[in-house]
């Protein structure tokens, strides 16, 4: 792993004023605010909901993500490092994965060379992320406890907006 304690501060300049990375830091707080409306308000059981015999469970899915963020990590610091940490309590694990984004945004944030291009953390953990989001929705709904839908083009998403808590949906529909 790169030693990057030494960056000289001209060249976190110019990671911070980045566009690639403005855009991968908002990907990033867009699977946070889709993230923490598919598991608010959701029972504890629900992490162990079962739509078929071969599916993921809403908790492995959500301990998955967790992992794909702690990955995300340590390819930016320039190693690949898979955690494959299996799966805690449902309240647990959905504080591991806001961690884990949270971590991962912040080092976003802090301008350090990354180990490798945005494109390729925006296709592998971001994009996969995304996609497993969808899925907890999915599950919901076939549990019962569907999400409603939103204008996502109009939602108050913002680079650095990585926690549990975000704004309230601007234009939610049924």
Same mark, same amino acid.
């Given at each position: 792993? &790169?030693?990057?304690?030494?960056? &000289?501060?001209?060249? !976190?300049?110019?990671?911070?004023?980045?566009?690639?990375?403005?855009?991968?830091?908002?990907?990033?707080?867009?699977?946070?605010? #889709?993230?923490?409306?598919?598991?608010?308000?959701?029972?504890? #059981? @629900?992490?162990? @909901?079962?739509?078929?015999?071969?599916?993921?469970?809403?908790? !492995?899915?959500?301990?998955?993500?967790?992992?794909? @963020?702690?990955?995300?990590?340590?390819?930016?610091? +320039?190693?690949?490092?898979?955690?494959?940490?299996?799966?805690? &309590?449902? $309240?647990?694990?959905?504080? #591991?994965? @806001?961690?884990?984004?949270?971590?991962?945004?912040?080092?976003?944030?802090?301008?350090?060379?990354? +180990?490798?291009?945005?494109?390729?953390?925006? !296709? +592998?953990?971001?994009?996969?992320?995304?996609?497993?989001?969808?899925? $907890?929705?999915?599950?919901?709904?076939?549990?019962?406890?569907?999400? #409603?839908?939103?204008?996502?083009?109009?939602?108050?998403?913002?680079? +650095?907006?990585?926690?549990?808590?975000?704004?309230? &949906?601007?234009?939610?529909?049924?």
């Amino acid at each position: 792993m &790169p030693d990057h304690a030494f960056t &000289p501060p001209e060249l !976190q300049q110019a990671a911070l004023h980045d566009p690639a990375r403005a855009l991968l830091r908002h990907a990033v707080a867009t699977v946070a605010y #889709r993230a923490s409306k598919a598991v608010r308000e959701t029972p504890e #059981r @629900f992490a162990d @909901f079962a739509a078929g015999p071969t599916t993921r469970s809403p908790g !492995q899915i959500l301990g998955h993500m967790a992992d794909l @963020f702690e990955w995300a990590l340590s390819m930016a610091r +320039g190693s690949t490092r898979w955690p494959d940490s299996g799966s805690l &309590p449902w $309240l647990e694990e959905i504080d #591991r994965f @806001f961690a884990a984004l949270e971590a991962f945004d912040a080092y976003l944030a802090a301008g350090e060379p990354l +180990g490798v291009p945005t494109e390729r953390l925006l !296709q +592998g953990p971001v994009a996969d992320a995304l996609t497993h989001v969808g899925q $907890l929705t999915m599950l919901r709904r076939l549990a019962g406890g569907p999400v #409603r839908g939103e204008n996502y083009a109009k939602a108050d998403i913002a680079a +650095g907006r990585t926690t549990f808590d975000q704004p309230a &949906p601007r234009v939610e529909f049924d």
